[in-house]
């Protein structure tokens, strides 16, 4: 047994696939300290450099006193501190929702609202490059997995139409994660209502970065604002967003119906059999979210990053994937020279990542560049020159 452990971790070593992991010594942030060395890094989710944010380094303090470092027990037993309740509270007012929910992650919280809301007689539709979290949620749920091409909701539709399930629950990514594009939220809500479906939005790189006042995919037009609305008044929206990607910290939260959150609480075993997450986390959370809702100065330093960032690969080799938010992936396609690409950005200080199958299809390896409110102009024009000069090579 042990053998073939080995054999195939050996296959992954010779396909180029292996993953390695490498220390950060630093806080994150756009430039770190990683093995010794000094980068400058596209690499985090921290979309608005606030995992290393002074006001909320000072916050842990204060949250620690207050309550202490450990949740000691779930939320069902007595884990559930004022400071949870209160980010809840503030979350629910924040997304537009009547209530919210925090879970440790954003991957137990897809486990929980999928199995909790669907089950053996049940039908899921699934975008085919949503994350991982929604795809093995799916497969615990035990309910059928249709899973549909990326973005053809004409072949959703036609499959929605044929199936018999006694719910129907379609999941997708809001923003996906290795793409950068964004799910035409206001189809997904009309097929929802004209086939009786819920429809679970995993808005994971969206919260704090896309809408008014970084409030999400929900709020990105009113045109979606107003179909959202109309839906929500239905309440088959669930609304699931992380808190330790642009928030930077640590954590997840489903805002929806009461109803639905009611049911996730008496349900969700991914929430139910699980310690609490520290209160600490949640103070530190009030927080950031004030900065999220107060500050658009970083959303729009972000968006002329973005601009920029556009600008100055328009001459390379490769292109970039159509995208408007802060995850600009290269398309490379061969996994060994998107690896060989990202070696050599390394070995010039410059960390973008390269992501391969079966994070992404076969031929479609990438650098997945990733921006942040906290890069400055000459970061962006310093991955633009290395970028050229690897062109070059
Ligand atoms: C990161 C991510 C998750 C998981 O969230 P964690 O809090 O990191 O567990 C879920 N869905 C998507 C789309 C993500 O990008």
């Known amino acids: 047994m042990f053998s073939d452990l080995a054999e195939q971790l050996l296959i992954r070593e010779q396909q180029g696939l292996k993953r390695y992991r490498s220390i950060l010594e630093s806080p994150q ?25 002074p006001v909320l380094v000072q916050s842990v303090c204060q949250g620690a006193q207050l309550y202490g470092v450990g949740s000691g027990a779930s939320h069902l037993v007595n884990g559930h501190s004022t400071a949870h309740h209160l980010l809840e509270e503030a979350l629910a007012q924040f997304t537009g929702f009547s209530e919210a929910l925090l879970f440790s992650t954003g991957y137990m919280a897809n486990i929980g609202v999928v199995t909790a809301l669907v089950g053996r007689n049940d039908a899921i539709f699934a975008d085919k490059l949503n994350h991982a979290s929604l795809n093995d949620a799916a497969i615990l749920s035990r309910a059928q997995l249709i899973r549909y091409p990326h973005f ?16 129907k629950l379609i999941i997708t990514d809001a923003v996906f994660s290795m793409d950068g594009d964004v799910a035409p939220v206001e189809n997904l809500v009309k097929l929802c209502n004209k086939y009786n479906a819920m429809l679970l939005l995993d808005d994971a790189h969206g ?6 006042n970084g409030r999400g995919i929900l709020f990105t037009s009113e045109k979606r ?34 109803e639905i959150i009611a049911t996730l609480i008496q349900a969700a075993k991914s929430y139910i059999y699980t310690t609490a997450s520290p209160p600490i986390l949640a103070h530190i959370l009030l927080k950031s979210l004030q900065l999220i809702e107060q500050d658009n100065w970083r959303r729009e330093r972000l968006f002329q990053l ?23 992936p290269l398309l490379i396609g061969d996994t060994k020279e998107a690896m060989r690409i990202s070696q050599n950005l390394k070995s010039q200080g410059i960390l973008v990542p390269a992501i391969r199958p079966p994070t992404v ?12 409110a906290s890069h400055r102009d ?16």
């Not at 756009?30 to 985090?44: E, P």
């Open 29 to 53: 942030s756009t430039h770190v300290t990683i093995d010794g060395h000094a980068y400058l890094s596209f690499s985090s989710n921290d979309y608005l450099g606030l995992a290393s944010h």
């Open 152 to 167: 053809d909701l004409l072949t959703l539709e036609r499959r929605l139409i044929a199936s018999k399930a006694k719910r």
């Open 207 to 212: 919260f704090g970065v896309l809408g008014r």
């Open 225 to 258: 604002i107003e179909s959202v609305r109309t839906a929500l008044h239905a309440s088959n929206i669930i609304y699931m967003a992380t808190l330790g990607k642009a928030a930077g910290v640590f954590g997840a939260f489903v805002a929806a119906s009461s």
């Open 306 to 328: 973005i601009k920029q960032l556009k600008d100055a690969m328009r001459t390379l080799r490769w292109r970039l994937l159509p995208s408007n938010t802060p995850i600009q």
């Open 361 to 372: 299809p076969r031929n479609t390896a990438r650098l997945r560049i990733s921006l942040s």
């Open 378 to 393: 000459e970061d962006i024009a310093r991955l633009a020159s290395a970028l050229q000069n690897t062109n070059a090579a």
